[in-house]
């Protein structure tokens, strides 16, 4: 944690953020802070509210109370296509492709309000070479691995400055999940700062530079993957009271 | 050889109610919603150009652009206001919003046009010229005319549905709102121009009913929003050729209808779109897309 702030200015700050579905308050006060060229992984059992977390951050969920600052700025207001556009993208859980769309025309639409920035279809293309070749076709027909890969292809046309990757892993086999995680590397080294959304643990502990563990929509525990151990993880991901808890 | 005429004739028509239809689908088809005021919507646009005709003067084929502008512009407006605050408020609402818009329309053309039906003259040499094949077929240039109008009209929305950076967004929210969103898109915005799109076509198909018959206040629910929904439902929802596949066969079989017996042409093009209500409810091109 100490060394954390030497990073410089926060590029995410979220603070005492409340959200609820209906009755059910899913994320209950939680805070977290993102410093640039971090992968923040947010780790926890299903209904931990890890997802709700990131759709508020995209703005696709309204809080009823905290706030959300990106870049030094306040969002908690900002519509989900304002924030696309100043830089926060999301690759949503499920994929979420357009199914009536080729390949390329999803990428295009990833492409529709894109900022300046490093990232377009050609060089998708050399971060998933298979994707030439079956541009024109539509994305229905493709494997849920290779969905993912579009997913990801679509969001990064936009050229984010924070990326929200949220259940990666959902439905795929592990080799395949491997597999998607070996873009990390090079999105990373463009400039995009990470912040992802795991029930994979040994695979958030293989990328993450940070981590923090949900459980029933309060933090149970943060640290770099360096600071906790396996045992501390287990505790708070299952809520099984050893006094480990931070 | 009269039943031959009574199917040229009833494919030509076909086209009309093509261009009936195709807004109708597309609005249907991009926000899920059942536009009731539609045929309204095609009336009002030619009673707009039986208003710019007397004021201006100009012919009736250079009244189409502007009409089609003025109908557009309209529809986005609508759009952005009254049809969005009725989709967030569930689907039900948007079936009620547009019936009330509808019964608005007819009863304020009957108070300011009276309930008297009009025509838009094309000229004496354009509406009755025609050319004959054999002793028995006679098609008249208006008639051919609309009906290219109409493939030209589908041909210009698939092309700019498929290739367009718009045309791509309209799909892209039909098939997922919120993945939009994610990709900047302002799905509202992005609504607000299918709409005007939708009304773009709405015009087209006014004014062509004006110049091949006659336009009445009521004329918009009574005839064109029926046949509009025939052809969509016969040809299958969402797919543009399968619009005027639908408006052919609705076409043709009112055609064939009326030559068995005068009195049976509507009778024949509803016992078709029931036929395929039961036989193929999916419509007859079954593709859940466009172009």
């Not at chain 1, 949220?166 to 998607?180: C, F, K, M, N, T």
């Not at chain 2, 009574?222 to 050729?241: E, P």
């Not at chain 2, 005068?262 to 593709?287: D, H, I, K, M, N």
Request: with cysteine; proline share 3%.
């Amino acid at each position: 944690m100490s060394t954390r702030t030497d990073s410089g200015t926060p590029l995410l700050m979220v603070r005492d953020l409340v959200v609820h579905h209906g009755q059910l308050q899913a994320v209950s006060g939680i805070s977290l802070t993102v410093f640039p060229g971090e992968v923040y992984a947010l780790i926890g059992a299903n209904g931990a509210g890890k997802s709700t977390l990131l759709r508020t951050i995209a703005g696709l969920n309204h809080p009823s109370a905290g706030s959300i600052s990106y870049d030094g700025k306040d969002v908690t207001g900002l519509r989900p296509e304002k924030r696309a556009a100043a830089g926060i993208v999301m690759v949503p859980e499920g994929r979420r492709l357009f199914p009536s769309l080729s390949l390329e025309d999803n990428l295009k639409v990833g492409m529709s309000y894109a900022r300046k920035g490093p990232w377009n279809i050609s060089r998708v293309y050399d971060l998933f070479p298979w994707m030439k070749e079956r541009r024109g076709q539509k994305t229905a027909q493709m494997s849920g691995g290779e969905q993912q890969s579009v997913a990801i292809g679509r969001a990064l046309v936009a050229n984010p400055r924070l990326l929200l990757l949220d259940e990666l892993s959902l439905g795929l086999a592990p080799v395949i999940v491997q597999r998607i995680y070996a873009m990390l590397p090079q999105v990373l080294e463009s400039g995009i700062t990470v912040l992802l959304v795991e029930q994979d643990v040994s695979q958030a502990l293989r990328v993450a530079t940070h981590l923090q563990c949900l459980l029933e929509g309060h933090t149970t525990l943060e640290g770099t993957p360096a600071e906790v151990t396996r045992e501390q993880v287990e505790a708070a991901y299952f809520g099984v009271s050893d006094g480990s808890n931070t | 050889m009269a039943w031959v005429n009574a199917i040229i004739q009833g494919l030509l028509t076909g086209g009309l109610y093509a261009l009936f239809a195709c807004g109708l689908s597309l609005m249907f088809g991009v926000m899920k919603v059942v536009n009731l005021a539609h045929g309204d919507l095609a009336t009002v646009a030619g009673y707009i150009a039986v208003g710019i005709i007397a004021v201006s003067h100009v012919p009736v084929l250079w009244s189409i652009p502007i009409v089609v502008v003025l109908m557009a512009v309209l529809g986005y407006i609508l759009q952005r206001s009254i049809i969005q605050a009725a989709i967030t408020r569930g689907e039900l609402t948007t079936l009620i919003v547009t019936f009330g818009l509808s019964i608005i329309i007819e009863n304020g053309l009957q108070q300011f046009f009276t309930a008297n039906s009009r025509g838009l003259g094309v000229g004496d040499s354009f509406i009755t010229a025609s050319f004959s094949i054999g002793s028995q077929i006679s098609i008249a240039y208006l008639n051919l005319g609309i009906f290219v109008l109409a493939v030209v009209v589908l041909l210009g929305l698939q092309q700019y549905l498929s290739r367009s950076k718009y045309g791509r967004l309209i799909r892209a929210v039909a098939d997922d709102r919120e993945a939009a969103q994610l990709s900047g898109a302002d799905y509202r915005h992005v609504f607000g121009i299918a709409a005007a799109i939708a009304f773009g076509t709405v015009a087209i198909a006014g004014i062509c009913e004006g110049m091949i018959t006659t336009i009445s206040p009521t004329i918009g629910t009574d005839t064109i929003l029926l046949f509009a929904f025939a052809s969509v439902v016969i040809g299958g929802l969402g797919s543009l050729w399968g619009t005027l596949l639908g408006g052919v066969v609705l076409g043709v079989a009112q055609a064939v209808g009326a030559q068995i017996n005068g009195s049976w042409e509507t009778l024949a093009g509803y016992a078709v779109f029931l036929l395929v209500l039961v036989v193929r409810p999916q419509g007859l091109t079954s593709r859940g897309v466009q172009s």
